[in-house]
């Protein structure tokens, strides 16, 4: 058993690594046996030396991932209210 207020907390611990390992898990994928997405523009644009490209691509992968961090606060914030 357990206290569904108590548990929120090591919940979107667990969560926020969780989402980001898995954005780093398909990108990786993706450079690996994709012919689209994110992850093969980056191998695309490293084999052809365009830095420029690699780097546009990891920021929007950063701000991708800011976005999602910032959405689990959001919701961890909210459902931990109680804590003041």
């Known amino acids: 058993r357990f206290i569904l207020p108590s548990i929120v907390p090591p919940l979107f611990s667990g969560l926020r ?14 450079m ?20 420029d490209g690699v780097m546009a691509i990891l920021f929007v992968l950063a701000i991708v991932a800011l976005i999602i961090n910032a959405a689990l606060e959001y919701a961890e914030r909210k459902l931990n209210a109680w804590r003041a």
Not at 17 to 30: D, F, M, N, R
């Open 17 to 30: 690594v969780g989402v980001i390992y898995s954005l780093l898990g398909v990108v990786t994928a993706e």
């Open 32 to 51: 690996v046996a994709s012919r689209v997405g994110l992850g093969q523009q980056v191998v695309y644009y490293s084999s052809i030396f365009r830095t």
